[in-house]
């Protein structure tokens, strides 16, 4: 017995020196502790909810909203819609923002960067200078700021400042003419389609070609000619099945146009010019990671400096830079959840925000919203790593 | 991203378990305390609002506080939780507040979906609408096709939603989260109405330096009883907020004001107003209070009128008649039951 005991007690210790052995401990141990805290708080949320009588369900979803929500440029929402379209109309207001925050983030971003190495001394200071102030202060004050500043400077639609009459632009919003089609604009749009599909398969031949005998096309040029040229005769052809719609102001608003909301204007530009700062510096480390032996041996080949740029300095500097965007995409996503300080219905505001509210749902609210940042963040992750996997360094 | 993160922390409240008090003993967690925490809004003129030195004043902090004299025999041991309209209850239940007051309508939801208990009405009102004399408009009818500033997650969010659809109008809802954004976007022309609880149109009117520009619309579009919250699950608390509610009224009702407690106290014949302020019968200990718990509150705090009358009366800025708040013997509806 107490020989029995001594030798398993050794054997525990002898387990535990050995590192394989440890590591599989410690992970058990961890993966135990980490399910006994997630189980412990499950059973928190039934306890208190029960302790206050509310039963967990997502029944709400299917009643009525009962609110309106005025910025729903995808979905008919009216007020008698229920809190599940609600939800929808609060997404894609959120997915809205995030994609064009991306976009001109990016574009923002990048320019910058580069400017930021410009040889000019004024111009690489005064990208200095706004990188600098932008990212130091945080993201919220720079949406109220611009939020106010569209709100409080810019006249009220009576006074709005007119563009040849049929551009206006107020406190209430940016409006422009909106494009009406007409019979035979199918068609037109259907040459388009075809044409891009065309100058893709010229930009696939053109580039077997110069693999094949070095001869390099103006790929970029023709691609635009043949979509361009297509869409103009097939445009002129159906007889110019285009109108416009002008605004017009009518009571105590525009009507008619399309129209830049001054809640979507200053979350899109806000959360655009924030982050461009943090990209312009990830694109400047980037460029500036790739050797200067790398742009010499180019010149040395007799590349001239825009084909050095774009065959050695880009792609190599590309693959530094992705990986640090991929966060700055995502933080622009979750930063848009600030929408609702100035009343921009995203997903928080609509479902997280006054559903929650009129409904007393928060935990079943509260996992709607957290699932949907995830869902986004998660697709953006993969896109991200599929595009940094296609410009890998290809081992040949 | 306060708001955001305050539902968060609700819901993460709720699921730590860090909201211990959500059972009962609500009288003997704010007692150890020695403090109450009331949830109030984020600042209201006349109704809850901090001064400079952070010290908050108004009608629903001055019932905030009559609950702290009744429970600990000080106004003054209050704390004030500031909520937005929509993140008011999650604070409530999450435990951060034991009880609110915070211009929040009774409704059947709120009462039965999101689990409170009302205490009764400590004022009764009305959603109106509020635009510039400018506008020239005398009606809340001809306001098809305008932008409507709004608070969100509110009843009258709900109500307004209502009205434009009944009456075959559209808007462009403005949806802000406080009342002094609102005020904000409402100066600044983002929109040409603001509405709200009428009680609310006037303590934001008063804040403007030109309120004689702005017009309140004759419409009173809803039924908006305000008053005051608590959790489910504690009976004894739900008792004292009802009746420290209802010790203002009588109060009031029997004559008994701050400045005569004291005398009606030591010289009343009236058997009511002896068992209110525990000279008679053992009301207060029944409710788990010291005896003198009404006495406190309306030395202290004043009775129903004196309360009114010094936050959002008519000499006040925010000039608000009784009206309906006066007392069912004067024609309005303030009506508590009896002390018996
Ligand atoms: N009575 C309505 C509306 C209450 C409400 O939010 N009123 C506004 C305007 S008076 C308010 O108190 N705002 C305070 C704040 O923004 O913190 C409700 O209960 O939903």
């Known amino acids: 017995m107490a020989i029995a005991s001594v030798e398993n007690r050794s054997s525990i210790a002898s387990l535990w020196r050995n590192k394989e052995a440890r590591s599989v401990i410690v992970q058990i141990i961890t993966v135990t502790v980490v399910f006994a805290l997630v189980a412990l708080a499950l059973r928190n949320v039934a306890v208190n909810l029960e ?41 894609l207001n959120t997915l809205l923002v995030a994609v064009c925050g991306i976009a001109f983030a990016t574009l923002l971003g990048f320019t910058m960067g580069v400017l930021r190495l410009s040889g000019n001394w004024l111009i690489s200071r005064m990208a200095y200078v706004f990188i600098e102030f932008t990212r130091n202060v945080p993201v919220l004050l720079h949406i109220l700021l611009v939020h106010g500043i569209v709100v409080t400077t810019l006249p009220a639609p009576r006074n709005a400042i007119g563009i040849g009459d049929t551009m206006f632009v107020s406190n209430r919003g ?127 080949l007799g590349l001239r400096p825009n084909r050095t740029l774009q065959l050695v300095v880009i792609p190599q500097a590309l693959r530094i830079i992705v990986p640090p965007l991929v966060s700055q995409y995502l933080n622009l996503t979750k930063n848009s959840s600030l929408a609702i300080a100035i009343g921009y219905m995203d997903v928080v505001a609509t479902i997280g925000g006054i559903s929650l509210m009129q409904t007393g749902k928060e935990v079943e609210t509260m996992i709607i919203v957290l699932g949907v940042y995830l869902v986004f963040s998660l697709t953006i992750s993969a896109f991200m790593n599929w595009f940094n996997r296609s410009i890998r360094l290809k081992e040949r | 991203m306060k708001t955001t993160t305050s539902a ?37 003129a006349g109704f809850a609002y901090p001064d400079d030195a952070g010290k908050w004043h108004g009608f629903d902090v001055d019932f ?65 609408f509020m635009v510039p ?5 005398s009606s809340a009818k001809e306001l098809d096709g305008a932008s409507v500033c709004i608070q969100t997650g509110t009843t009258t969010e709900l ?17 802000i989260e406080t009342n002094n954004e609102a005020r904000q976007n409402y100066l600044a022309g983002r929109c040409d109405v603001y509405t709200t609880d009428a009680s609310g149109l006037a303590s934001t009117r008063s804040t403007f330096t030109d309120p004689e520009n702005h017009v309140v619309l004759p419409e009173i579009i809803s ?17 004292i907020v009802t009746w420290v509610l209802n010790a203002t009224v009588t109060a009031e009702e029997k004559g008994v004001t701050s400045a005569n407690v004291d005398d009606m106290m030591a010289n009343s014949k009236d058997p009511e107003v002896l068992r209110l302020l525990g000279v008679e019968g053992n009301q207060g200990s029944e409710l788990g209070l010291s005896a003198d718990w009404a006495y406190n509150i309306i030395k202290s705090v004043g009775n129903y009128g004196e309360i009114f009358e010094r936050n959002i009366g008519v000499n006040t800025p925010i000039g608000l008649a009784r009206g309906l708040n006066a007392l069912w013997t004067d024609g309005g509806l303030q009506y508590s039951p009896p002390f018996r």
């Open chain 2, 133 to 137: 004399k400018s506008l020239g408009i």
């Open chain 1, 51 to 91: 302790a206050i009588g509310k039963e967990f369900s997502f029944d709400f979803l299917t009643a009525p909203a009962a609110y309106d929500i005025t910025f729903s440029p995808f979905l008919d929402y009216t007020s008698r819609d229920t809190h599940l379209i609600a939800a929808a109309v609060g997404i």
């Open chain 2, 64 to 128: 905030c506080r009559a609950t702290a004299a009744a429970v600990l025999g000080d106004p003054e041991a209050i704390k004030a939780v500031t909520s937005t309209g929509k993140t008011r209850f999650t604070k409530l239940n999450a435990g951060e507040g034991d009880v609110l007051w915070r211009n929040t309508t009774i409704t059947f939801s709120r009462d039965v979906g999101v689990k409170l208990r009302f205490h009764g009405v400590n004022y009764y009102d009305g959603q109106g």
């Open chain 2, 223 to 239: 039924k908006e009883p305000l008053g005051p919250a608590t959790r489910h699950g504690d009976d004894q608390w739900s008792d």
């Open chain 1, 174 to 300: 940016f409006y422009v003419p909106a494009p009406v089609f007409e019979d035979g604009a199918g068609i037109v749009g259907a040459v388009l389609v075809i044409a891009i599909v065309a100058a893709m398969g010229f930009r696939r031949w053109a580039k077997r070609m110069q693999d094949e005998t070095g001869k390099i096309y103006p790929v970029f040029w023709i691609c635009t000619g043949i979509v361009a040229g297509a869409t103009a005769v097939a445009f002129l052809a159906a007889g110019m099945p285009l109108s416009w719609e002008v605004p017009a102001l009518k009571g105590f608003n525009f009507k008619g146009g399309m129209a830049l909301k001054p809640e979507f204007l200053a979350l899109w530009l806000a959360l655009s010019y924030y982050t461009s700062c943090f990209i312009a510096e990830i694109v400047r480390a980037g460029i500036l990671a790739v050797s200067h032996g790398q742009t010499e041996a180019a010149h040395a």
């Open chain 2, 8 to 44: 968060t922390a609700g819901a993460i409240a709720l699921a730590l378990g860090l909201a211990g008090s959500a059972q009962a003993g609500t009288l003997e967690d704010v007692q150890a305390r020695g403090v109450l925490n009331c949830v109030v809004s984020t600042g209201v």
């Open chain 2, 159 to 175: 109500n307004l939603a209502d009205y434009f659809h009944s009456n075959g109008m559209k808007y462009e809802a403005v949806t």
